[in-house]
């Protein structure tokens, strides 16, 4: 152990590491799930994009889209970027484990990897469940077809990881 890096500086730097750990083993539970059964998780990609389960406003029903391919293309990219965040994720808690004791530089510097990932995340979650899935789609209005309460809460985890990754 490094000297100049405090006992209590170490446990604090456990804190961001758990929570990127966390995240890419997440990340990996939800690539394994859409790799081994994808028809739950495309029946949610086309539910949302093709909006039959929202109330069918005119002035929001012109966004469906019903093309099977393209809700193939969509499924696929998400899962993409959930891979992005498992394999940047478990980069990151290496890099962040092989320095938990290092000096303030290089401990600043195992960080980028973090927070790529936690970026990747508020893409997947953040972007692309909310902000296109809820809002552009109104998915927000399926009882059965939404993901809101799933990802505020993803969301939520991930801005306290970044904030923790930047305070520690």
Same mark, same amino acid.
């Given at each position: 152990m490094?000297?100049?890096?405090?006992?209590?500086?170490?446990?604090?730097r456990?804190i961001?590491?758990?929570?990127l750990l966390g995240?890419a $083993?997440?990340? %990996?539970?939800?690539?394994?799930?859409?790799i081994?059964?994808? /028809?739950?998780?495309?029946?949610?990609v086309?539910? *949302?994009?093709?909006?039959?389960?929202?109330?069918?406003?005119?002035?929001t029903?012109?966004?469906?889209v019903?093309?099977?391919?393209?809700?193939?293309a969509?499924?696929?990219?998400?899962?993409?970027?959930?891979?992005?965040v498992?394999?940047?994720?478990l980069?990151?808690s290496?890099?962040?484990?092989?320095? $938990?004791?290092a %000096?303030?530089?290089a401990?600043?510097s195992?960080?980028?990897? /973090?927070?790529?990932t936690?970026?990747?995340?508020l *893409?997947?979650?953040?972007?692309?469940i909310?902000v296109v899935?809820a809002?552009?789609y109104?998915s927000?209005?399926?009882?059965?077809w939404?993901a809101?309460?799933d990802?505020?809460r993803?969301n939520?985890?991930?801005?306290a990881?970044?904030?923790?990754?930047?305070?520690?």
């Amino acid at each position: 152990m490094d000297a100049a890096v405090p006992a209590a500086e170490i446990v604090f730097r456990l804190i961001p590491l758990l929570l990127l750990l966390g995240t890419a $083993l997440m990340g %990996a539970v939800v690539c394994l799930n859409n790799i081994t059964a994808p /028809g739950a998780n495309l029946a949610f990609v086309r539910h *949302v994009m093709t909006m039959d389960t929202t109330n069918m406003d005119p002035g929001t029903q012109w966004r469906e889209v019903r093309s099977p391919a393209l809700h193939r293309a969509a499924f696929i990219a998400m899962l993409v970027c959930e891979i992005a965040v498992t394999v940047l994720g478990l980069l990151g808690s290496y890099f962040l484990a092989v320095n $938990l004791t290092a %000096a303030d530089g290089a401990w600043e510097s195992a960080k980028l990897f /973090g927070y790529l990932t936690f970026l990747m995340a508020l *893409v997947v979650w953040f972007l692309i469940i909310q902000v296109v899935g809820a809002e552009w789609y109104v998915s927000w209005q399926s009882e059965k077809w939404n993901a809101i309460r799933d990802s505020i809460r993803i969301n939520l985890i991930t801005i306290a990881g970044i904030i923790i990754l930047r305070l520690s």
